[in-house]
Nanobody, 118 residues
Framework: QVLLVESGGGLVPAGGSLRLSCAASGSIFRIDSMGWYRQAPGKQRELVAIMITGGTTSYADAVKGRFTISRDNAKNAVYLQMNSLKPEDTAVYYC????????????WGQGTLVTVSS
């Protein structure tokens, strides 16, 4: 079993910054990728940023230049630095990990709410 625990959400004014953190624990043999998705009210969950082991990153167009994803492989952790936040960034942010236990599985965090006020 794999557990992802997120932290760092909250209320921030437009133009502000937040840093999300997520740590994975449990029966982990290897983590192939870690990243962040978000789901705004009435919308589908969408990819925000993801980092594949080895360093390859991918960002949603809407956050490029404002958000930065990073990982600490020793801690099985992933971070999302969010700058220049906009009201449209308001959503529940979910941590994701592609884990090998050695079975391959997709693990999700419980979500952390980010609210950006205008």
């Amino acid at each position: 079993q794999v557990l992802l625990v997120e932290s760092g959400g909250g209320l921030v004014p437009a133009g502000g910054s937040l840093r999300l953190s997520c740590a994975a624990s449990g029966s982990i043999f290897r983590i192939d990728s870690m990243g962040w998705y978000r789901q705004a009210p009435g919308k589908q969950r969408e990819l925000v940023a993801i980092m594949i082991t080895g360093g390859t990153t991918s960002y949603a167009d809407a956050v490029k230049g404002r958000f930065t994803i990073s990982r600490d492989n020793a801690k099985n952790a992933v971070y999302l630095q969010m700058n220049s936040l906009k009201p449209e960034d308001t959503a529940v942010y979910y941590c994701y990990a592609g884990v090998v236990t050695p079975m391959k599985l997709n693990a999700w965090g419980q979500g952390t709410l980010v609210t950006v006020s205008s």
